[in-house]
């Protein structure tokens, strides 16, 4: 690039490059803007939150707490954060919150970090039983070097074998006991693994990334209530906010408390994304405001969403407890490992419809596995009901089933996510600002 009298003249093939990743960007909003959003780990948020996000914050630091800061300029941030903790703990009924954390992932870390030290034991669910990369050695379980041991799994009614947990427990004497998936149909029969935990004197960490809205809303379970000492999750998923984590805690004691800020600032964080953190107290207030009758819909939605599946002729998984309890339902397309998940996933995105392909109970390679992981959360943000649940089972059934050209279906995909173009459970006036961006 040039500079002359003052002003920056950019390359030809630097510009373009920038003009291409936005071009990219905008690409992706469409696709989702005309497509069916069925990833079970996102969510769209709402027009507020995207404002905020995009306000002066996103270039700010602010280490440390409300009041305790290393840099200056943070009185107006301290009112943010300050909010933003005193909601945290009401949405979701805990003494201590943490809202700094940039992913659930980090979370996990800071949490670990807290509650355990290289070479100490650790119980979690495994990948193959839909446990997620962070409870393993090859993510977080693994950077803090903890040694892993992983509990029997019973498939059919896709949880921990609760004898097993506990007799694992008892025999490994963890430091912490983690429990929570990526694949998340059920709730966890969570008091009698805190029992045998506690027994031994071990931490019990319950990772709500996935159901944390559904846990906020009251329409799961409520793991503080039910003996986890510490409860880690995503703020984008069934939480409708942006990309973010948080750390929540049943303890009052002062100095396990001190323990946890200190493991998410200094020890996983620096800076925290200002800008996202200001974006889930607004996601925290609208969800204190609209959250029950959210995550009420995304229950409803998904049960619904199974039982059209399986009337359309989908192995739809864990049939004998009605499919799922949360925002997510499971379908297997082949034999193990066949790789039928991400042939499935292709056509689907082919059509339209944007979902992933996972492994299931007997998978063993990520990238072949024979199952979908689907989600209902962004469907039902934009309003849709049963009846649209129906419609939608029908429109896997002519891809996956019936073998219609992906690019057929894709017409009615669209069709009908016309229709359904305004962010819901939120603050915004529905007729003026609440359409998707």
């Keep these: 690039m040039s500079r002359e009298r003052g002003t920056w003249s950019p390359s030809a093939s630097t510009l373009n490059k920038a003009k291409a990743v936005m071009s990219a960007a905008e690409m992706s909003g469409n696709l989702y803007r005309n497509g069916l959003g069925m990833i079970a780990s996102e969510n769209i948020v709402s027009p507020m939150v995207q404002k905020i996000v995009a306000s002066d914050l996103h270039g700010r630091y602010a280490e440390g707490l409300p009041g305790k800061r290393y840099y200056q300029g943070c009185d107006d941030f301290d009112t943010i954060e300050s909010a933003g903790i005193e909601l945290a703990r009401s949405?979701?009924?805990?003494?201590?919150?943490?809202?700094?954390?940039?992913?659930?992932?980090?979370?996990?870390?800071?949490?670990?970090?807290?509650?355990?030290?290289?070479?100490?034991?650790?119980?979690?669910?495994?990948?193959?039983?839909?446990?997620?990369?962070?409870?393993?050695?090859?993510?977080?379980?693994?950077?803090?070097?903890?040694?892993?041991?992983?509990?029997?799994?019973?498939?059919?009614?896709?949880?921990?074998?609760?004898?097993?947990?506990?007799?694992?427990?008892?025999?490994?004497?963890?430091?912490?006991?983690?429990?929570?998936?990526?694949?998340?149909?059920?709730?966890?029969p969570l008091k009698e693994i805190a029992d045998a935990a506690h027994e031994v004197g071990a931490k019990v960490m319950y990772d709500g990334a996935h159901v944390l809205g559904l846990i906020a809303g009251g329409v799961f379970q409520d793991p503080l209530r039910e003996g986890a000492d510490v409860m880690t999750g995503s703020s984008h998923k069934t939480f409708p906010g942006p990309q973010g984590g948080f750390l929540l805690s049943s303890s009052e004691d002062p100095t396990f408390q001190k323990k946890l800020n200190n493991a998410i600032f200094p020890g996983v964080c620096s800076s925290y994304h200002l800008h996202h953190v200001a974006g889930k107290v607004i996601a925290l207030a609208e969800f204190e405001e609209y959250g029950e009758s959210y995550a009420k819909d995304i229950v409803k939605n998904a049960r619904h969403f199974a039982q059209a599946l399986a009337a359309e002729g989908f192995d739809v998984l864990a049939e004998s407890r009605g499919y799922t309890a949360s925002h997510q339902v499971l379908t297997r397309h082949g034999s193990t490992d066949s790789g039928a998940?991400?042939?499935?996933?292709?056509?689907?995105?082919?059509?339209?419809?944007?979902?992933?392909?996972?492994?299931?109970?007997?998978?063993?390679?990520?990238?072949?596995?024979?199952?979908?992981?689907?989600?209902?959360?962004?469907?039902?943000?934009?309003?849709?009901?049963?009846?649209?649940?129906?419609?939608?089972?029908?429109?896997?059934?002519?891809?996956?089933?019936?073998?219609?050209?992906?690019?057929?279906?894709?017409?009615?995909?669209?069709?009908?996510?016309?229709?359904?173009?305004?962010?819901?459970?939120?603050?915004?006036?529905e007729e003026q600002n609440g359409y998707l961006l």
Excluded at 155 to 168: K, N, T, V
Excluded at 397 to 419: F, H, M, T, W, Y
């Design 91 to 188: 949405v979701f009924n805990a003494p201590f919150a943490n809202i700094q954390s940039t992913s659930g992932t980090v979370s996990n870390i800071g949490a670990l970090k807290a509650l355990a030290k290289p070479g100490d034991e650790i119980t979690a669910v495994s990948t193959a039983d839909g446990g997620h990369i962070s409870h393993a050695r090859m993510g977080a379980v693994g950077l803090r070097d903890l040694n892993l041991s992983t509990y029997p799994w019973n498939e059919e009614r896709m949880e921990p074998d609760i004898d097993g947990a506990c007799d694992l427990i008892r025999s490994v004497q963890p430091k912490v006991a983690l429990i929570g998936q990526s694949v998340f149909l059920f709730p966890t």
């Design 341 to 429: 998940g991400a042939k499935a996933a292709q056509l689907l995105e082919d059509a339209g419809i944007i979902t992933n392909m996972n492994m299931l109970p007997g998978d063993t390679k990520a990238l072949t596995p024979s199952g979908l992981r689907l989600g209902v959360q962004e469907l039902t943000r934009v309003g849709m009901g049963a009846l649209e649940m129906e419609e939608v089972a029908r429109l896997y059934a002519r891809v996956l089933i019936q073998g219609e050209d992906p690019s057929q279906v894709k017409k009615d995909v669209s069709e009908l996510k016309s229709n359904f173009q305004i962010i819901r459970y939120c603050f915004n006036d």
